[in-house]
């Protein structure tokens, strides 16, 4: 048994999405749609959204919330791993990038579970919290946006995601391919601190894995 992670040499990867990526056509399209836009690396890979979607489906997930939606690829990929019933609140400042996305998720039917809501993150966040069913409603939560907030949207979002619920953070090893560990940038020393926020939090388990940029999971106690 190996006591580390393999680093990832790009023939590796690429047998890796070789022998094990299913990619929906609909998300391949939309991955085509951002690839030439000068800030695509804001994207998930494909196989962490399958590695999302798996989870979802693994869950049993209905109620999702997202932070960070962009042009809606990883929103996409967790609605068609939902049941016909399930919603995902996607929350996002941009018009323009989540524009790109939107006719993506009414070709693969699943628009309607989606709700896109174009504002600061915190402010849905508390909206959602002052709802009925709002606290401890929620199955699953990823988050990929501003990393100066990353610990106020986790404090919102351990009131909002059930008890043996999932928040899922992104970009918590590196940030642009590279490892925060080497970075003194606002963004990368508020990764460090959001790290060090969870790490011993007794109010969750947690495991960090080394899939994109990093993915934390916390289930929440
Ligand atoms: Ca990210």
Sequence with gaps: MSPRNLALSPDVHAYLLGVSLREPPVLAALRAATAPRAEAGMQISP???QFMALLVRLMGA????EVGTYTGYSALAVALALP???TIVACDVSEEFTQVGRPFWREAGVADKITLRIQPALATLDELLALPGGRGGY???FVDADKDNYIPYYERLLQLVRTGGLIAIDNTLALSSVPILHLE???AIAMKAFNAHVHQDAR???SMLPIGEGLTLLRVL
């Design 139 to 141: 199955d699953f939560a």
């Design 62 to 65: 209905r109620r999702c919330i």
């Design 185 to 187: 940038t606002p963004a």
């Design 84 to 86: 016909a019933d399930g």
């Design 47 to 49: 196989e962490q959204g």
């Design 204 to 206: 969750v388990d947690l």
